[in-house]
Structures are given as structure tokens and as C-alpha cells.
């Protein structure tokens, strides 16, 4: 008797492993290397960011930075229910697929970490005009598909999703980028790494989580973990605010052939 077997679902291995070559150089299991391969302590990783990609949005944007893909749509503004309130409201909500981290969440009850979506509401919140859409709401959906780390997951989802709202045509103050910043220990020093990898993170001693409004030259939000010094934490976010500019100007670049695509004319502020 032949076997129950779906032929429309590929069985995937629920644990992969990557390939180790001969000439690999393997970091220590005790801490990551300060050392990187590829590019400087001050260098961050190439950033994909596209607009307009979900056609049933208001706005919409798609972003790859490292170990995270995030698809961003928002809706709105859209009438409230009651109560009345004197300005717009910001619903955002970030949910996992569940092949998004490793181990695999738990489809439909593992998939929605509250703590995410409130520290990205605090960074995102500065950034739009509120004051401008009375009882109405803006409803942000984020969807990760890939991560690494929470911190990453943050900066990258705080870039996408004004990339969406600004998509949507929604009045702002500016536009919001955040960035990651580790301090990782050597055997001799100090060393600052800008848009860390998991395992430079997960070894760091502290990490800067910045949000910001680069064309304004303001913070939206700042935290810290771990045990940093005052100098330590200056050097940190001072370069959290430099690595912005450069995301600000991918950001902006984006919108700006997003608009040009639709037939659009106007400039990203």
C-alpha cells in the first residue's frame, strides 16, 4: 500500500548547516574576531531598499540589510474609531514568517514579539506629523522573512517602514534611519564595529540601537545594552549618527526611483 505523502509541499530539513572550506579561517568560539573579513570595523553592509512593491498598500517598502529582509505596507490615514483623538494614531505591528529566525517559530502563536513593535513605535512615532490627520490612525504592518538579531531587525525595520509611510504620500518631519553599533573586545583593545554581524553581537560587551532624523539632525531614540563607558558610548553613537547619513541618502535615492517608476515627479526630503 503506498504511503500518505503530500506532493505538493517540499519536506525541508528543520537544521542546515553552511559549508566549511580548507581554508577557512574559523573565529574562536569565546568571542568574535575584531578582525573582520571583507570590510572595515567602520563600514556597513550593503543596503537593498525598493518602494511601491505591495499594490493593495497605501505605501510599501521591501529592505535587505545583512541577515534581515523585511516587506513593510502601510495603510491609512484611515477614520479612527472612537474615542476622538486631537491627532493621528500609529498602529504598527512586526510579526515573524516562521522560517524567518532559527528554531522556526510556531506558526500563528510565536510570530508577534510585542517588545519589537513598541520600541519601533517609539522610534517612528518623532519622524510623522501627527498633528496633521485628527481622529484618524496609521496602521504599519511589518513582515520579517529573515534575521539574525533583534537589534538588526529594529534599525532595518525603523528605515523601511518610513520608506513606506513616505511612500504613501503621508506628511512627515523627516526621514528616520536607524543603525547598530558594538563594542567588541580584543586581547588588546577596544574595538568599535559599525552594523555588526550575529556573531559580533552576540560577543559584544555593548551595542548602540540609534534611531534618528538625519536631514534634521535629530535623534528619535537611543538604546543601550550592556556595560559601556561615557567615552565609550560618545564614540559609539557618534558613529550610529555618521552611518545614518549614508542609509538616509539609500533611503531617499529609493524613494526617489520609486516615484520616478509610478510617473511621479518630486524629491525625498
Known sequence: MATAFDRRRIPAPEVSIPPIYDDAE????AGPSTKRVGRANDEARPIFLKTGLISQANGSGYIE?????????????????PPY???GTLNLEVKFAPF??????????????ISLSQLLTQSLTPTIQLHLFPKSSIDVYLLVLESDTPTN????????????IADAGIAMYAL????????????DKQEVLLDPEQGEE???EGKVLLGSMPALGKITNILLEGSVGVEQAVEMIEKAVSA?????????????EGAQERGIGGEAE
Open 202 to 204: 552576540g560577543g559584544a
Open 85 to 87: 483623538t486631537p491627532q
Open 176 to 187: 528616520g534611519t536607524g543603525s547598530v553599533v558594538a563594542l567588541a573586545q580584543s586581547t
Open 244 to 256: 545614518s547619513r549614508d542609509t538616509h541618502t539609500v533611503l531617499a535615492q529609493s524613494l526617489i
Open 153 to 164: 531587525v529594529l534599525s532595518a525595520g525603523l528605515t523601511v517602514a518610513s520608506a513606506a
Open 65 to 81: 540589510s545583512g541577515g534581515v529582509k523585511i516587506a513593510c505596507s502601510v495603510y491609512g490615514p484611515r477614520p479612527k474609531a
Open 100 to 113: 524567518a529566525s532559527d528554531p522556526r517559530r510556531a506558526p500563528l502563536r510565536d510570530t508577534e514579539p
Open 26 to 29: 574559523l573565529e574562536p568560539e
